[in-house]
């Protein structure tokens, strides 16, 4: 069974940073491309960054590139994701996920998923 542990959410103000980060069974980090996806109340999941297998390929959501880092530390089986110059509108319950692809940035490729965690901005 695949589980994703998140964690590094929390309050913070405007133009601060946050780290999060999200572990997984070493079977399923070596295995697998990796994806951070946000959603906000009253809004559709989107999503923040995604990672290939080996780390070589990353991209990022419109609304974060420049602002945010996804990276992968294998000897940790762990996925992380910097997020500096935080915004309010970047308020939204983070997600990792993974995908049986090789890479992807579509919701509907990455059928498991974490808990999540909660990121509050605060203006």
């Known amino acids: 069974q695949i589980q994703l542990v998140e964690s590094g959410g929390g309050l913070v103000q405007a133009g601060g940073s946050l780290r999060l980060s999200c572990t997984a069974s070493e079977r399923t980090f070596v295995s697998n491309a990796m994806g951070w996806f946000r959603q906000a109340p009253g809004k559709e999941r989107e999503f923040v960054a995604g990672i290939s297998r080996t780390g070589n390929n990353i991209s990022y959501g419109a609304s974060v590139k420049g602002r945010f880092t996804a990276s992968r530390d294998h000897a940790k089986n762990t996925v992380y994701l910097q997020m500096n110059s935080l915004k309010p509108e970047d308020t939204a319950v983070y997600y990792c996920?993974?995908?049986?692809?090789?890479?992807?940035?579509?919701?509907?490729?990455?059928?498991?998923w974490g808990q999540g965690t909660q990121v509050t901005v605060s203006s």
């Open positions: 996920a993974v995908t049986t692809r090789w890479f992807s940035e579509r919701e509907s490729e990455f059928p498991y």
